[in-house]
């Protein structure tokens, strides 16, 4: 990866982040824009980014931050995740370019995480002898002067041309927040909230919050009354005081959407008691619990709510929240299906199917799955041409199997999308198409199908409807392998142990692959 250009990238995100606070980096739109008015001449990596932020790595790194930042888990570890995650879309230089920069921005330490070169140590003896700017800040801090000690704890915090030490920005905070500063007491404040650069202490964050407030800090006081609302560590919730404090600085006090929810729902309100029980069940916001999620959608289900119905008949299917039981799964499923919940209808079919829960029946479930296709599910629709595919419940046809499946592959269902290159590829309903066939699989393969990225693999391998190409079959097959698929990783060692157009032989990584993948070196 190139060190210079990583440098520019990362500069550019942490600048992003400083501007508009860590969770732009869930924003693609948002991010993006940012991003090239900061890095104007970055437009390619602008558009890396772009792609990174669809896939919800920003989401994803945004949910792992605290465990990365308590030493829960090694910054290395996601990074290598999201960089695998990325592979199917950028190569693995620029999507660790692009992985990397976020990490850094978001403060993570990692193996090669150093943009520029750091200091190692606040001591003024670790700067170099050019290195005026810092070694006047440190002058004027130990005189005494405020704005150099806030600079000072921002250099430290962020890892702007020292190393990024949250222990020593809160010795810095401090000195200039005791002498008044409402700068460092907001940030000290912060650092204390966070559990970052010293242990988590929410009274002592109250009191530096209190002293910014009293200045004028809106965030500090709006961050104050938070604080006597919920409660935290060493200090307890007391909504008296932050009902005073929310009178006091004429701020409304902070009412979360399940709060809000949960009011609704007490007195009632099944809309209410349904969003109540899918946050309880995501952990959107709080803690997920899904005993008390399937307790909020039982109340809802009473009340004859459909999706509410739908969702109790998943737990029950699945045994989460509750004991499984398919009997009550499908019982659920056919009372929110009764209200035109095709989901439901598609999983009672299922059920038939199955026979799970109720007496089985391929016939019905090729109804079911009809009438739910019918109506627009592409699940079903999907379901269907299975059926058709496989004569289950009715007679066989793959030319129907073929029409249903084309109905959802048009809705981006990755599944069907693969099964009509299937049907392509072997000539199943329609005359065998191979460039057809490999249009299909990479559509599939794009929305992260397994299967059609082996498919296509096989195809540039022997050179079906395209020419023959060793390396992007090598390179289908790895896509397919990083996500365990044993035969794509044989299928690859093959692609290494012999070579061929565009691909040169690399027997030591073909071996290696055969131990990872349990089959012997000398049978390929």
Same mark, same amino acid.
């Given at each position: ?153 921002? +250099? ?313 190409? +060793? ?54």
């Amino acid at each position: 990866m190139d060190k210079e250009l990583f440098r520019q990238t990362a500069e550019a995100c942490k600048m992003v982040t400083e501007h508009f606070g860590l969770d732009v980096i869930a924003d693609q739109k948002r991010f993006c824009s940012a991003f090239s008015d900061f890095a104007p001449k970055l437009s390619k990596e602008k558009k890396a980014f772009n792609l990174a932020l669809s896939e919800n790595v920003g989401a994803f790194f945004l949910r792992e931050h605290e465990n990365v930042t308590s030493g829960k888990k090694s910054a290395d570890s996601i990074i290598k995740r999201a960089v695998t995650d990325l592979s199917d879309y950028l190569n693995e230089e620029k999507a660790e370019l692009v992985v990397k920069s976020l990490a850094y921005a978001l403060g993570w330490e990692f193996t090669s995480a150093e943009p520029e070169k750091e200091v190692e140590s606040s001591d003024i003896s670790a700067f170099s002898s050019g290195s005026t700017l810092i070694e006047e800040l440190f002058s004027k801090a130990r005189n005494g002067d405020n704005d150099a000690c806030f600079n000072l704890g921002e +250099r430290f915090f962020y890892g702007r041309g020292v190393k990024q030490d949250y222990t020593k920005a809160v010795f810095w905070y401090t000195q200039s927040a005791d002498r008044g500063d409402c700068s460092s007491q907001k940030k000290l404040a912060d650092c204390l909230h966070q559990g970052q650069g010293a242990p988590r202490n929410d009274a002592e964050a109250a009191k530096r919050y209190s002293q910014a407030a009293e200045q004028g800090d809106y965030d500090s006081q709006k961050a104050l009354i938070s604080c006597y609302q919920y409660g935290g560590v060493g200090l307890n919730r007391d909504l008296s005081m932050a009902q005073k404090l929310s009178q006091r600085y004429g701020i409304p006090l902070d009412i979360s959407e399940a709060e809000q929810l949960l009011n609704r729902a007490k007195q009632g309100d099944p809309e209410a008691q349904l969003k109540l029980g899918h946050i309880l069940w995501n952990g959107k916001g709080v803690r997920p619990d899904h005993d008390k999620a399937v307790k909020w959608y039982k109340a809802a289900a009473a009340q004859g709510e459909p999706s509410a119905l739908y969702a109790l008949g998943c737990c029950y299917a699945a045994g989460d929240g509750v004991q499984s039981d398919h009997m009550r799964a499908f019982d659920f499923f056919s009372k929110a299906a009764a209200h035109g919940d095709t989901d439901a209808m598609n999983n009672m079919a299922k059920f038939y199917l199955n026979g799970e829960g109720v007496i089985q029946s391929k016939t019905k479930a090729t109804g079911l799955f009809r009438k739910a296709a019918e109506a627009g599910n592409v699940r079903a629709q999907y379901n269907l041409g299975e059926c058709f595919f496989n004569g289950l419940g009715t007679s066989r046809s793959y030319e129907k199997a073929l029409t249903w499946f084309r109905m959802a592959a048009a809705q981006s269902l990755p599944e069907a999308q693969y099964s009509c290159g299937w049907c392509s590829f072997k000539g199943l309903g329609t005359p065998r198409d191979y460039v057809e066939a490999r249009h299909f699989f990479e559509q599939a393969a794009n929305n992260g199908n397994i299967p059609a990225k082996r498919m296509l693999g096989y195809i540039y391998m022997n050179g079906l409807g395209t020419a023959e190409d +060793r390396g992007k079959a090598a390179e289908w097959f790895e896509k397919a392998a990083l996500r365990k698929d044993k035969e794509s990783g044989k299928m690859l060692a093959v692609c290494l142990k012999y070579g061929g157009n565009y691909l040169t032989k690399d027997e030591a990584k073909a071996r290696k692959l055969a131990d990872e993948f349990g089959f012997g070196y000398d049978t390929i």
